[in-house]
Structures are given as C-alpha cells and as structure tokens.
C-alpha cells in the first residue's frame, strides 16, 4: 500500500467552497479501483490550510484515479480556490492499525 499526503493553503474565502468540493471528489474516489482511504485534516491552527493524506493500494491505482472524469471536473475549481502550489509527498506503508 501506498499513502499520499498532500497539504495546500486556501485563500481566505474559498474555504468552504473547497471543503464542499473537496468532499464530493472523496466520496467518489471510494468507489475506486484500489482505494483504501483517506483524512481531510484541517490544521488546528492555521483554519486555512488542510492536508489530504489518501492510502491507495498502489500508485497506479492513484494515477488511474487521476484520469476519472470526476476527479478532472473539481481539479480546475479546487485549484483555483488554492493559496499557492501544493506539496506531495508519497510513502510506502509499512505497518497499519485501524
């Protein structure tokens, strides 16, 4: 398994619009090919940034995702409510509780 952890800024008045979009594009990677989960993270101290940390079981099942119609459809609006670039960062999982 593989999990992706993406964190972004939000421009101060985007933000619920973000989470509202952020929310569909979840719900319809759950029905994925090669999902296993994910956490939208808000951070406790700074309301405008988030993380997205999603757990895939290989990264081509996450590259497929990326060619859905869905996710394409919320990649131009979510952007476009971003307060500068997003980082990424992938690692491998090693061990997982649940």
């Not at 985007?14 to 759950?30: G, Y």
Request: no cysteine.
């Amino acid at each position: 398994m593989m999990t992706i952890v993406t964190t972004v800024t939000l421009k101060d008045e985007a933000r619920s619009q973000w989470d509202r979009a952020m929310h569909e594009r979840v719900r319809a990677a759950s029905g994925m090919d090669g999902w296993v989960a994910v956490q939208l993270l808000r951070d406790a101290s700074e309301p405008r940034r988030r993380a997205i940390i999603g757990t895939w079981q290989t990264r081509e099942h996450w590259a497929n995702w990326h060619d859905d119609e869905t996710f394409k459809a919320t990649r131009a609006e979510l952007a476009g409510l971003e307060d500068g670039p997003s980082s990424t960062v992938w690692y491998d999982v090693v061990e997982e509780q649940a």
